[in-house]
């Protein structure tokens, strides 16, 4: 079984279904530019709807501490997720000004950008690997790209990692096989268009993912 996240969810019928359907996370982004931008004060309606169990992520890039504080006042976070050109020194003060887990995201084209696992290998409490956006791009994920999930076949680090870019309920399965993921994180590929989750859709990844 394969854990998954369903990101960028923003309202109760996306939520309700990654949680009826076995998401293991699910994300809020809060980054106005991106289609899936989620005020704090409606996320945190939204996260009261999640069980217990279900781990609660917010999607940051390159935030203030004074946005960070502002979220956090009203959205009960269970892990910050970093999608920016965050510093290692930088991921670092945010886990521990705010005392919660970190997975920092990198951005995979090709074999050298594995480098920068080491330098947050040490800081950051998980990884989270995504394409690199497309040239112009106003935001660093949720674009729909995927990547050569070759790259990380037979990555041995101490830190969970999770699988993203581009991923849909029919290329699922062979992400998995090239990649040997074992947490994926959805967003477009279960949208009817960008920021509208189908939660048919979601049902269908996440059932998927519990047969991998």
């Known amino acids: 079984m394969i854990a998954a996240k369903i990101c960028g969810l923003n309202d109760a019928a996306g939520v309700d279904a990654a949680s009826r359907h076995g ?7 809060f980054f106005p530019p991106s289609p899936r931008n989620v005020a704090a004060e409606l996320a945190a309606g939204l996260m009261h709807r999640v069980p217990a169990g279900i781990v609660k992520v917010g999607l940051f890039v390159d935030p203030s501490d004074e946005f960070l504080q502002t979220v956090l006042h009203h959205a009960p976070l269970d892990l910050i997720q970093l999608h920016g050109k965050e510093s290692p020194a930088r991921t670092a003060a ?34 989270l690997f995504d394409a690199p956006p497309p040239q112009g791009a106003t935001r660093p994920g949720g674009n729909a790209n995927s990547f050569d999930w070759t790259l990380l076949d037979g990555l041995r680090i101490r830190l969970p990692w999770m699988l993203a870019g581009g991923l849909t309920p029919s290329n699922l399965a062979e992400a998995v096989q090239a990649s040997g993921a074992k947490e994926v994180d959805v967003s477009s590929g279960v949208e009817d268009a960008p920021g509208k989750k189908n939660p048919d859709k979601i049902r269908a990844f996440l059932e998927l993912a519990q047969t991998l």
Not at 23 to 29: K, M, Y
Request: proline letters at 5%.
């Open 94 to 127: 945010i886990r521990k000004q705010f005392k919660l887990p970190v997975m920092k995201a990198l951005a995979l084209a090709q074999p050298q950008d594995l480098q920068a696992v080491k330098d947050y290998a040490d800081i950051a409490d998980r990884l």
């Open 23 to 29: 998401a293991s996370f699910v994300g809020f982004v």
